[in-house]
């Protein structure tokens, strides 16, 4: 697609996506999909339920099970064959009450030809976000133009082979460059989680922070001193070891944060640690078994004093929520340390460019570590109610986003999150240009050495 094409694509996509859009009724009522909702010249679509029946599609696929990525999925969906990770499949037969005939898991890592899509195969890939997530890439010839846009590709017919790895929602990671599906390949068209796509969004490495919260929670139910508390005098000192059982003076209880799908990772390097169970309500209990993650099934009691580590929805982690979440266990645990896990959490110091060169990004953020000292007590902390926000994501740093980009070969990003206005995507489209303009001033596609196999 030319770039004035892809303009006007764009500029058909924010018709069809503006919120006061209505559909008409010619259209049976049907919202258009967007371009970029359909794979161009494959009759395969990804992340678009809520588009109902799209023209031409033969195939839809699902990254994940967050609303936004499933919105309109439901026991009604009779559109067609949707294909997934194992777990994705679980979760919504579970959640949603898909008919199981419409649901085709994929196995991890293993190219399979996709059914009625004229020979595209495609590989799933550990995405690094929620459970269950997936990357795709997708490997086939044009044969049709499928969906709703008004603009072909000319290459329909053609015996050319094209590449394109749809990131869904990821957490950037190396692992993803030399996957043996990817390392070594041209992708022509990368869809891109943009959700973090600016200079201001640079927070830690997901590992780092997994570490730091297991390592504060032990040294803080250790009553081991630590550095974290700026706000206020520690009650830790008093806090018994876990080994003494907190016979006379109680218990500390440590409650975790989580969306109804992701941040368990946080969770179980705490109870590993602590040497704890897990406990939380039945509907969140359900939903972890759909994860087929045994490691963390072992972990799990549906009893609430038998465990140190409760998993609690993300909204319950604040001093006041948490008070009233402690009073159920009045006489059992009368002391609380809180994790509040979210990507909104870090804020970059005053005065940061928010324009800086791409090999200045690459030099300033490389080599910072984040340990426990770093986690900050929140200011409505009280002595009995400690709560930390932790700057943890599942989606990909600025930082990120940028090494990703400099490690692969690829000729086309397109942008995923934050479309809606021209304005968003110009500032993302800047950073692509850059992204670009550095890999061909080097030379190379393999510019970044990463510090670790799980992160840059």
Not at 81 to 90: E, K, V
Not at 141 to 152: E, H, I, L, W
Not at 158 to 174: E, K, N, Q
Not at 359 to 379: C, E, H, V
């Amino acid at each position: 697609m030319s770039s004035f094409k892809e303009n006007e694509a764009w500029k058909e996509a924010t018709v069809v996506e503006d919120k006061s859009f209505r559909p008409v009724k010619a259209n049976g009522g049907r919202r258009k999909a967007p371009f970029y909702k359909v794979l161009q010249g494959m009759p395969i679509a990804v992340d678009a339920f809520r588009y109902g029946t799209i023209p031409g599609v033969t195939a839809y696929f699902l990254t994940h099970a967050h609303s936004d990525h499933y919105t309109n999925l439901s026991s009604s969906w009779k559109s067609g064959p949707i294909y997934c990770s194992q777990g994705t499949a679980n979760l919504i037969i579970h959640m949603l009450s898909v008919d199981r005939k419409w649901v085709r898991p994929l196995p991890m890592d293993e190219p399979t030809v996709i059914p009625d899509t004229n020979g595209v195969q495609v590989t799933l890939i550990e995405a690094n976000h929620c459970p269950g997530s997936c990357i795709f890439l997708f490997e086939g010839r044009q044969t049709m133009n499928a969906g709703d846009s008004a603009f072909q590709s000319s290459f329909v017919g053609s015996s050319r082979v094209f590449r394109y790895l749809h990131c869904g929602d990821f957490r950037a990671s190396p692992r993803h460059i030399v996957h043996p599906a990817v390392r070594g390949k041209k992708i022509d068209h990368v869809y891109l989680d943009t959700t973090y796509l600016h200079p201001k969004y640079t927070f830690p490495p997901q590992p780092l922070v997994i570490s730091a919260c297991a390592e504060l929670s032990r040294r803080l139910l250790a009553g081991e001193p630590t550095t974290t508390n700026r706000t206020m005098k520690s009650w830790l000192p008093s806090v018994p070891s876990i080994k003494s059982g907190f016979e006379k003076k109680g218990r500390t209880l440590v409650v975790v944060g989580t969306y109804s799908i992701g941040k368990e990772r946080v969770v179980k390097a705490v109870a590993r640690v602590l040497d704890s169970k897990i406990y939380c309500d039945a509907r969140k209990t359900a939903i972890l078994r759909c994860q087929g993650d045994a490691a963390l099934e072992a972990l799990l009691t549906a009893d609430p004093l038998g465990a140190t580590v409760h998993l609690v929805p993300l909204g319950t982690i604040a001093t006041d929520r948490l008070k009233e979440y402690m009073d159920k266990f009045k006489g059992v645990f009368t002391r609380t340390v809180g994790f509040r896990p979210t990507g909104w959490t870090y804020s970059q110091p005053a005065g940061t460019d928010q324009m800086p060169s791409i090999a200045s990004i690459l030099a300033r953020t490389s080599q910072k570590d984040f340990t426990y000292t770093d986690l900050q007590q929140s200011p409505k902390s009280t002595p009995v109610i400690q709560v930390y926000g932790v700057p943890y994501s599942e989606h990909s740093s600025f930082y990120e986003l940028t090494c990703f980009a400099m490690s692969f070969s690829w000729t086309k990003m397109i942008a995923t999150v934050n479309v809606g206005s021209e304005q968003s995507r110009g500032k993302m489209t800047k950073w692509v240009e850059r992204w670009e303009a550095e890999r061909k001033k080097r030379g190379v596609d393999n510019i970044v050495t990463p510090r670790h196999e799980d992160y840059w």
